[in-house]
């Protein structure tokens, strides 16, 4: 599912949300895997807007619970914290073709 804010009709920002079940556990959940604010848009609430609304198309989906996904020591990592999320795992990376 994707969220999209605007300002008088013009896209300021975007978030998707996936959900699937996660094998592991059999439940269904969800996972914020993106979300994109323009930088004069960030002090306020709209950000906090759009992680609500995608958390509320996930419950809609059936979603037990919802993941959220930031890059590390990224400005948005902070936020989750804030908004009642907790650490549960961590995400490694590796590159296949550099």
Avoid: C
Wanted: avoid cysteine; aromatic fraction near 12%.
């Amino acid at each position: 599912f994707a969220v999209g804010a605007y300002d008088e009709g013009k896209l300021i920002g975007f978030g998707g949300v996936l959900v699937s079940v996660l094998p592991h556990y059999n439940k269904l959940v969800a996972t914020i895997e993106t979300i994109f604010l323009k930088e004069e848009y960030r002090k306020g609430r709209t950000g906090v807007k759009m992680v609500q609304e995608l958390e509320n198309l996930a419950s809609q989906a059936g979603a037990q619970g919802v993941y959220f996904t930031t890059g590390v020591g990224d400005r948005l990592s902070k936020l989750p914290p804030l908004i009642g999320y907790h650490p549960t795992n961590e995400v490694f990376f590796k590159a296949l073709n550099p």
